[in-house]
């Protein structure tokens, strides 16, 4: 089955940092060159972004990863003075200036849209905006029922509350074609426990507030994306978001993307089943397609056994959606295939080019197929943001001379914001959940400390 489609032949690309400066030549219809110059397509990073890039990237990817988060995990949950960044102003801009800055978009609406502009700057085409802060409800703070206005009824609408709130707010700081992330565990214990139970549809108060977040992204023209999360939860978390697809996906546009986890044996069969679902009834099928982040956590036996699987199963899923196929081979006739919109959210480099690649041919030569858009974490990966920015502008000029050419396809990043505090928490629960992968983040680093050595160079020359 993962043998019946096959790439374009395109071995030239993405071959490195230093790309061919060739601006004309083509292969197969694509474009050879990856960047307009030979300059590294990191040569856009600010030397100061560069600088925490390769000193964060260096620790990550070295046996330094393990006692490093177990020092931050002591400083975030020590009560003294010394240390908490809370009492100790020092700490607090010690961390502030180089773990929060590299990781996070900021503390407030005025310094999300700074870092937004940034980005955009930058040449990525949006930014996905999450707010770190994940609802807790704090039991304590229910009173005796006998004298209390507060009940535990109240304590977990107020968790939910919150959670409408914090993501109202943080869809006041994105624009036009940014995403909004979303996570429905974040709602608190009363979305929980009905994940948990599999419900069918969510809770009457979490599902007035998705559909009041929902109908506000697409009243600005933002989008939404549902998170992916653990298996236990995500049945319920697929009926959700498909039902929030149902109500806001219509005539090729995708409002609401769901998350599909790659590493899923059932992954195959599951974006079928989408596909099979928006067109018998007839919506648009937004995908933000993931490899899956709980390996670490979750029943392994559902997970596919090695990381090469796991690899193949992701580039087939992207490959099968890009000609319009379905992954499990199912397919309805090509006039039948629903709308799709596809999100590629990966830091792997080959998954990238290849997702690239084969969009681009199939748009140059007319091809059947559906749009899509890339991208990855702040803070991570740059190399390969950067790379796809390189691309994207050698195309543009290309355009230029082949007027009436499909757009390039679009680069994110995906942002969070919050507090310092929220986010050290958040950074931490995902590098602990995410630690496997950063270790293999040796790329990255190799790749910013040629550009910071071709720097220093060139200064000194
Ligand atoms: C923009 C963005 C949004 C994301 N949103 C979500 C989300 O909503 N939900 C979520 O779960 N994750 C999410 N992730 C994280 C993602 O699932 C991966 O954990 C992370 O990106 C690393 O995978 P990778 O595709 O970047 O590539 P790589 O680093 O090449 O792949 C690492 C991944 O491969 C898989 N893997 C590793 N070893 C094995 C093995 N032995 N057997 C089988 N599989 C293996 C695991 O999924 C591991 O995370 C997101 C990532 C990005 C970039």
Redesign the pocket.
Known sequence: MHSKILWPKRPQLFTGLRLSSSSSATHHGLLLHASAGKESPLAVLPTRSLIYSVLFTSVISSPLLRPCLGLLKYVIESKSSLLHPSRNPAMRSVLRMTIYNHFCAGENEAEVRRSVTKMKALGFKGV?LGYARESIARMNDVKHPATAVNTKQDVLDRAVDEWKEGNLRTLKMIGKGDYLSVKFTGAGPTAVEALTRGDHAPPPRVQIAITEICAAAAAQGSRLWI???QQIFQSAIDNWTIDLMRQFNSKGTAVIFN?I?A?LKSSTENVSRHLRLAQTEGWTLGIKL??????AHDYRSR?????Y???RNYNHIVQSLLTRQSPAGDSPAPHMFPDVCLFV????AE?VRKAYSLSRYRTQNKLPTIPIEL???QGMADEVSCELLARNRSSEVAAEHNSGEAAVPGVFK?LAWGSLEECLHFLLRRAIE?Q??ME?TRHTAVALRKEAWRRWKSRSM
């Open positions: 996905i998170d992916a999360e998350t986890q590493y993931v490899r899956g982040a709980y390996i997970i596919h056994d090695t990381k699987e796991t690899d959210a990966t830091h792997n998954s991208g990855q974490l995906c995410n496997s992968a293999r």
